[in-house]
């Protein structure tokens, strides 16, 4: 199972709105809606930004949203803050009953 | 609340096992599977594999299957997973999270890494 693609930088002035693209394939993310996306700050452990491809857990800024077209999810933050300057990464469920994440993104606020 | 506590950092030489236990609190252990995923340095994020806590079943990535062993003490809410035939590239963080009924559901807790060196 190989990772799922993810750009490797996406950069945003605050207050701006960006978009962090996962791409997959039939068999994981364009199969079913269990995609989720995780934020991770240095030395950090993950946390849970959105499952279930757009819910959002309950405390998560509703500035971060979630969509998925075909094998391409995709992960919004809005009005960008500082705070929001972490790696992401997405996760899917796969037809072989395991899961994959993706190749991780940096997020820089300018 | 929910909890998963790690035991420490470990020093293995190649060739060796290493063994890492997740232990959990704050509700109900046997309903909720338990994830390993690792991170070497400078690197993402990489799903080895899960356990179902009630029934003892477990899922792993082909990358791991013949290497990595998944447990539970249910008398003792801890997991354990234990990586066999180590090298250098499994020098790592390793982390257990919390999922759901499901294996398909996301991972709402973590625990707070272990690192593994290995090095002779």
């Known amino acids: 199972q190989s990772a799922l693609t993810q750009p490797a930088s996406v950069s945003g002035s605050p207050g701006q709105s960006i978009t962090i693209s996962c791409t997959g394939t039939?068999?994981?993310?364009?199969?079913?809606?269990?995609v989720s996306w995780y934020q991770q700050h240095p030395g950090k452990a993950p946390k849970l930004m959105i499952y279930?491809?757009?819910d959002r857990p309950s405390g998560v800024s509703n500035r971060f949203s979630g969509s998925k077209s075909g094998n391409t999810a995709s992960l919004t933050i809005s009005g960008l803050q500082a705070e929001d300057e972490a790696d992401y990464y997405c996760?899917?469920?796969?037809?072989?009953?395991?899961?994959?994440f993706g190749s991780g993104t940096k997020v820089t606020v300018l | 609340q929910v909890q998963l506590v790690q035991s420490g950092a470990e020093v293995k030489k190649p060739g060796a096992s290493v063994k890492v236990s997740c232990k959990a609190s704050?509700?109900?252990?046997?309903?909720?599977?338990i994830h390993w995923v690792r991170q070497a340095p400078g690197q993402g994020l990489e799903w080895m594999g899960c356990?179902?806590?009630?029934?003892?079943?477990?899922n792993f990535a082909q990358k791991f299957q013949g290497r990595v062993t998944m447990t539970r003490d249910t008398s003792i809410t801890t997991a354990y997973m234990e990586l066999s035939s180590l090298t250098s590239d499994d020098a790592a963080v390793y982390s257990c999270?919390?999922?759901?009924?499901?294996?398909?559901?996301?991972?709402?807790?973590w625990g707070q890494g272990t690192m593994i060196t290995v090095s002779s």
């Open positions: 039939s068999s994981d993310v364009g199969a079913y809606n269990y």
């Open positions: 704050g509700y109900t252990f046997t309903g909720f599977y």
């Open positions: 999270a919390r999922g759901g009924d499901f294996v398909r559901s996301a991972f709402d807790t």
């Open positions: 279930d491809v757009s």
């Open positions: 356990i179902n806590p009630y029934s003892g079943g477990t």
């Open positions: 996760n899917s469920y796969t037809s072989t009953s395991t899961r994959v």
